[in-house]
């Protein structure tokens, strides 16, 4: 079974740091993997999706990257803002069976301070 | 273009009470999924379905049951509700295949008393 940890649980910045966000899974035959941000009392919201293929994504001042061989993504922030105040969630598929079935992460709950 | 609502927002129950959660999307996907969110236990799967008139279970399917009789709409119900079933419950949809990224609705913040 496909195990998705995230670390920190939870981070405390000051406005304008870059930050690194993590997504550990057991499993490293994926399919793809997305990130999602939430706000609170909110849905989720797509941010990047990596397909297995691919080493990284980007948008923005967001840049994911995927390690299969390790079994860890990473979502970097730059420059971070009291916007980006938020859950971030990972979310695994795999490439066998239910493909279109993710896993997800507790999540990561950040708050950026001015 | 909506893309994936729900109704109701919020409920209070009590406990034995029935009631119906639906989900409804404009984009024409095929997947579509129910998820409930507790504190420190993440997202979990209810039930979802791959296509319209077929359901299938997810991790925690117990107490709920879903239908799909329309392509845009998966309707989640409890029987008969328990305390435990108190809980943010979130659908979602997608496209099969390679670029399936999910699409969640605001979700629906149940209570049951």
């Known amino acids: 079974k496909q195990e998705v940890t995230q670390i920190p649980a939870a981070l405390s910045v000051p406005e304008g740091e870059n930050l690194v966000l993590n997504c550990s899974f057991t499993d490293s035959a994926i399919y793809n993997l997305q990130w999602f941000r939430q706000d609170p009392g909110k849905g989720l919201t797509s941010l990047l999706l990596?397909?297995?293929?691919?080493r990284e994504q980007t948008s923005g001042r967001l840049n994911a990257s995927l390690d299969k061989s390790s079994g860890r993504s990473t979502l970097y922030i730059a420059a971070s803002q009291p916007g980006d105040s938020a859950t971030y969630l990972c979310a695994v598929r795999l490439q066998s069976g239910g493909s279109y079935i993710p896993t997800f992460g507790r999540g990561t709950s950040l708050i950026v301070h001015p | 273009n909506a893309g994936v609502t729900q109704t109701p927002k919020f409920r209070v129950l009590k406990t034995g009470q029935s009631m119906t959660l639906l989900c409804a999307q404009d984009m024409n996907h095929e997947y579509m999924y129910w998820y409930r969110q507790d504190p420190g236990m993440g997202l979990r799967l209810i039930h979802y379905s791959v296509g319209e008139g077929t359901t299938a279970k997810g991790e925690v399917p117990d107490g709920y049951n879903v239908s799909r009789l329309k392509k845009q709409n998966f309707l989640l119900g409890l029987e008969s509700a328990a305390p435990s079933q108190t809980s943010v419950y979130f659908c979602?949809?997608?496209?099969?295949?390679?670029?399936?990224?999910?699409?969640f609705g605001a979700g629906t913040r149940l209570s049951v008393l």
């Open positions: 979602a949809s997608s496209y099969p295949g390679m670029r399936n990224i999910q699409y």
């Open positions: 990596i397909q297995s293929s691919q």
